[in-house]
């Protein structure tokens, strides 16, 4: 493990980011800091580690120009440097799940049979059991938590980010193709550098303060 960060540099980084709502559309992320936050939305951690997403980068500025009216025109889908669609897995089940113990088997190096038991209490629970009856609702909430580490992840890199619910999903899988890979766009994140005239940056946070938000038992 590297030097941990310091708490007020971890404070600092989190204070310096907000949600852009005005790129520079001159600059671009280096590549090498690009790749290092896709490996950031691939670490994310999930349930059982089961990973129900696909993350599609457009990069195509005239895929972004066409996803703009259907993103309540705002400018930070084509303006940002890059653009990321967090994807849920629609109807994850035993398939994902056997995707999953086979990638488990390969990388620990271990016979997939070893992992039946796993696989069978993952099938109960996920594919057969309450949470599949609002699976894709439950996919969506590990698909937040790649949200929040690539916009902290980000932050940390000194990016910018503004993450996007303000867009319509049916327009974006069709746009997109989303739909015919089994794939449902589900929320967006913008990626980039602030234009020096967003005058929404410089503004305070509001949150509520710490004590009303935390309490101790
Ligand atoms: C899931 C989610 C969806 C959001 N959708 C939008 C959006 O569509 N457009 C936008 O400008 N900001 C959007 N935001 C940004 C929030 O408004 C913003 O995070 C919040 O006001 C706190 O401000 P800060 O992020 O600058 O600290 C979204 C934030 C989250 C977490």
């Known amino acids: 493990m590297n030097a941990p960060l310091a708490p007020d540099s971890l404070l600092a980084q989190l204070r310096w980011r907000c949600a852009v709502k005005k790129f520079d559309p001159s600059r ?3 590549p090498a800091t690009w790749r290092a936050l896709e490996e950031a939305l691939v670490l994310t951690p ?3 580690g089961l990973q129900p997403w696909k993350f599609v980068v457009v990069e195509s500025k005239a895929v972004r120009e066409q996803l703009l009216p259907a993103s309540w025109n705002q400018r930070q889908i084509v303006d940002a440097s890059h653009l990321v669609v967090l994807c849920i897995q629609k109807h994850f089940g035993a398939d994902g799940i056997d995707r999953f113990v086979k990638r488990m088997a390969t990388v620990r190096g271990v016979a997939p049979e070893s992992l039946d038991k796993f696989r069978s209490m993952m ?3 996920v594919a057969e059991g309450a949470r599949s009856w609002r699976i894709n609702d ?3 909430n590990q698909l937040f938590i790649a949200l929040g580490n690539l916009m ?4 940390l890199l ?3 980010t503004c993450p996007i619910e303000g867009f319509e999903p049916p327009k974006y899988d069709q ?3 989303l739909a015919a890979q089994g794939l449902a766009a589900t929320v967006v994140c913008a990626a980039g550098y602030r234009a020096a005239d967003d005058k ?4 305070p946070k509001v949150r509520f303060p710490l004590d009303e938000v935390i309490e101790r038992r």
């Open 28 to 30: 671009t992320i280096a």
């Open 200 to 203: 929404y940056a410089a503004g």
């Open 46 to 48: 999930s349930s059982y």
């Open 138 to 140: 439950w996919s969506a």
């Open 158 to 160: 000194g990016i910018d």
């Open 123 to 125: 099938v109960r629970d």
């Open 175 to 177: 746009i997109l193709g």
């Open 152 to 155: 902290t992840s980000a932050a």
